[in-house]
């Protein structure tokens, strides 16, 4: 009995050092490694309700993008994938991740994300809308200024939908014209 004992103090003494317990772990990148990730970088990290969504370089190109859960001072992996390539000049390329996917708690639902990345220097303005009457997204896209001169775009849906009946990517200039469509 008393080796059992000592066994069990000694393994949770190393879980605890480790940085691992099932709170999870000490850092993001910490959680991102364990959640089976490989990245070369993070590019941008945009807090949610109890989660930070990460965007990260994959090591074949591109970016992926997924959601860190954060409890407390730790982090857990929650899900993520949906790579989108660095565009030639004069595009933008999208994708769209359910970061819902292994979520059952409905406080950390955060529907879908839709992200890309934009390389024509007159855009500005990026603005995103689904096609169905139901409007489960309309909203103008958040644009990071990336280091290697690309800009990151994202918008998280408003409301949570079953379908996804395609959307509408409008890019504006500095005057307001439109410069960019993509259905």
Known sequence: MAKAKRFLILVSLLL???GCTNNGYKSIEEAIQQGGIKYKQIY???EVNKGIITFYENPNGGIDAGIVYKNSDRYRWGFGGGTVSFPNEGDVTWGAVNLD????NEEEKHYWLYYGIIN????I???IEHKSPDKHIDK???II???DGYRLWFALQDKKSYSQPGFILTGYDKDGINVFHFE
């Open 101 to 104: 996917l292994n979520t059952k």
């Open 16 to 18: 605890v050092f480790s």
């Open 120 to 123: 024509e220097a007159q855009i």
């Open 44 to 46: 941008h990290q945009h």
């Open 140 to 142: 103008n896209a958040e």
């Open 125 to 127: 303005r990026l603005h």
């Open 145 to 147: 200024e990336l280091p």
